[in-house]
């Protein structure tokens, strides 16, 4: 009975410590850009890494054919089917990964900050 007494009382000694530990766990993510909107524009790259020093995560922007023009003319279906294979092709985001989906209205207001 003293040996399971103090084995419980261990295990909840532990329990305790284990929960005070700092974990930190750094999840990738994607940005999708807006309509009329591309990866390589000003404002998208530092939206995009504004995000990552916020998170401490490594982040990129998936771009969906050309950009721009196939944010406003390829029917959305066909843009997340093209993004989801782009996604099980990143070996890096295999573990898991955040979206961010982005909005010209959000990234004018947030880079105002």
């Not at 009382?9 to 329990?15: G, N």
């Not at 530092?46 to 721009?68: A, D, H």
């Not at 099980?88 to 900050?113: D, F, H, P, R, T």
């Amino acid at each position: 009975m003293k040996s399971f007494q103090r084995c419980a009382l261990l295990v909840r000694t532990l329990s305790v410590f284990v929960f005070f530990i700092p974990v930190t766990i750094s999840v990738p993510f994607i940005l999708l850009h807006g309509i009329r909107d591309q990866c390589s524009n000003g404002g998208t790259i530092s939206f995009t890494q504004l995000l990552s020093n916020l998170s401490s995560s490594p982040g990129s922007c998936l771009e969906i054919g050309n950009g721009e023009q196939d944010s406003v003319s390829m029917p959305l279906t066909q843009q997340a089917s093209i993004a989801c294979e782009k996604v099980k092709q990143m070996k890096e985001l295999s573990q898991g990964y955040n979206i961010v989906a982005q909005s010209c209205l959000i990234q004018k207001w947030c880079l105002s900050l």
